[in-house]
């Protein structure tokens, strides 16, 4: 049956957009309330918008999965990234931001970096190859993979961009399937013990099978690295251009990072198929549907944030929606702020003096529907 397209001419928190053929929510409190209900589906077999390409990933990808298999998912997996275990990690990842910062400037006393590609890139690829114990090899072909593996992501990746984004995965795929039965066995034989690393860690539970391992690895790859590094590269320029909030961002690392994430947040939008008709705002929306939610417009909504697009890290909430909320609020968020609030502090410290390469030239953002992201940010080092 073909599905019924409704048109709306209402500006406000839910608009018809006939190019994405979907909805826009724009308002917060439409957008939560989509994100929390269960009527709505992140299925892409349900997806008016998704193309036949993108079925071709690895199965049990938690993002793309519904109740019930993605509550079983879910409770065997987060304990893994719950926020206290994350914590634990923080003198590891400490020393791994540490490390990056020294290759950052092991050229020179004062040059000219991304620090986009450079720092902000590379640090999220360290910490999930020192955290899933795969060694440099690993790490390079994260790095290398993984800007091809986000486009699976994109709302309106073109065919080649799909096919690209899914000889990715089996790049990857190829690459962690040995090392996913390796340790499995060496589990089984008491050889490593359960936590070692986070694969083993997730092997542990024996109702997980190998594939939706290697799925979730391939999701915090896919999801986990470029919104990171977007979040620190994002952080970095807003720092830069309002330098005043610097004094914010030292005194208190972990409130910056939620106003960055409000006000300068990687992700644009976050989709959702409706399960059966529904009415967002007086706006009817018929099952089978899409919607999208504008993320970036919604966490800038004057009916929740007073001044809202003014950036301030002293302001004391109230919560945003960078990380997404429901059932599938974000595996890694705990993961992601640390790495942030480990990594722009102790930038800023290392080098005082870092300021913009060109202070005049414009911003050079990525061609993204999905993802706020910068192309490159070239930046003067001065310890």
Known sequence: MAVETTTSN???PIEWDDELGAFVVTGFDEASAVLRSHAWSVDPVRSPLVPPELLGVPTGLMLFTDPPDHTRLRRLIAPVFAARAIEELRPRIAAITESCLDELSADGDELT???LNDFAYILPIA???ELLDV??????????QTPRLVQMLEINASDEELADAVAASFEITMFLTPILSSRRTALADGTIEPGDDFITAMLASEELSLDEVLAT?????AAGHETTANLIGN???ALLRDPAQLPALQADPARAVEELMRREGPVKLIGRTALEDQEISGVRVAAGQAVLMRIDRADQDPRRWPDPERLDLTRNGPAHLGFGTGIHFCLGAALARLEAAEALPKLF??????RLADPDAPSE???STTFHGLQTLPVRLTP
Do not use: C, H, K
């Open 10 to 12: 209402q500006q406000g």
């Open 113 to 115: 970096v991304d620090l």
């Open 127 to 129: 910490v999930m190859a």
């Open 135 to 144: 060694g440099i090899e690993g790490a390079e072909i994260f790095l290398d």
């Open 217 to 221: 690895v391939i999701l915090l790859l």
């Open 235 to 237: 952080g970095a320029l």
């Open 349 to 354: 410290s290392r080098y005082p003096g870092l």
């Open 365 to 367: 953002w990525r061609d």
